[in-house]
């Protein structure tokens, strides 16, 4: 069997580590793919371009994105041709993004945002109550490959203001029925449900989602 390119790009922020739970076919080579910081007044498009430079995307490839790493991937695709996109808890649309997305594009809300709280999720952790919430941030503190205010900013207003039909080349999205920031009921398409996840079904269900990924690689 012909080896398959794998390219991972992590969720906002997030160290490409986070995929270290899944497991893949042996006929599929890995690439993890990080963060670049955004330069100055940089748009996706342009920020997408470098990623390809940066690491040598080549045509035929497929590319596996969570959250706004699944937008990334969707972008790539419409400037190389790709063999598959893989959307692990993201969207394939805005037009699948929760109604609240439009008021926070509307207000422009990452000009406001607390991102001293954002970037610093342990400190954070520490000021709520033990629960799934402080849980949550410190697994976040765990993966955070990015501390930049810059770099989430940028991101804020790039997913927010994205827009784009579903992808013309062929994918699979994985997704758990449990996600509240892309919340099941407003997607659209095939769906390979993963019960009981959330936004982090690749740390929390990992065996659940290898064996999906399995099935079409």
Known sequence: ???VKLYLMPGMGAKSTIFKGLRFPPHVETVRMEWLMPQKNESLEAYT???ISTYDIRPGSVLLGMSFGGVIIHEISKQIPVEKLIFISTVKSNACFPPWYKWGRL???WNWLPYGLITQPARTAKAVPPGKLRKRLMLYETYMSIRSRTYF???M????TWRSDL???PWIHI???KDRIFPFRYLKGEIFPVNGAGHLAVMTHPKKISRILKAHL
Do not use: E, F, N
Request: no cysteine; net charge positive.
């Open 157 to 160: 207003k790039s997913i927010l």
């Open 107 to 109: 207000l422009r809300i």
């Open 175 to 177: 997704h758990g029925d």
């Open 49 to 51: 371009a470098r990623l």
């Open 167 to 169: 992808p013309q080349t």
């Open 1 to 3: 069997m012909d080896k």
């Open 153 to 155: 900013r940028w991101a």
